[in-house]
């Protein structure tokens, strides 16, 4: 069984860094995409960045050029680096695990960006 526990979330004012961190348990970490999401009040949940197990990345263009994703298997954890935060970027941010047709969530962290 998989588990996922994210950490970094909070308030910060627009302009500012947040690294959120997301620690998976089991055996499969290594070899799993892992991708960050994202869910603002009233709309969907919508894709942040994923990352292989090759490390080759993947952003929304909204975040491009602000974010990084990055993990070590080692740590079995995946973070995601938020610099130049905007309000629009407040949301509850949830770490994904996605290993053959199945995929894992973590309970979310709370993101605020104040104007």
């Known amino acids: 069984q998989v588990q996922l526990v994210e950490s970094g979330g909070g308030l910060v004012q627009a302009g500012g860094s947040l690294r959120l961190s997301c620690a998976a348990s089991g055996s499969i970490f290594s070899i799993s995409v892992m991708g960050w999401y994202r869910q603002a009040p009233g709309k969907q949940r919508e894709l942040v960045a994923t990352?292989?197990?090759?490390?080759?990345?993947n952003y929304a263009d909204s975040v491009k050029g602000r974010f990084t994703i990055s993990r070590d298997n080692a740590k079995n954890t995946v973070y995601l680096q938020m610099n130049s935060l905007k309000p629009e970027d407040t949301a509850v941010y949830y770490c994904?695990?996605?290993?053959?047709?199945?995929?894992?969530w973590g309970q979310g962290t709370q993101v605020t960006v104040s104007s």
């Open positions: 994904n695990l996605a290993h053959l047709w199945t995929d894992y």
């Open positions: 990352i292989t197990t090759g490390g080759s990345t």
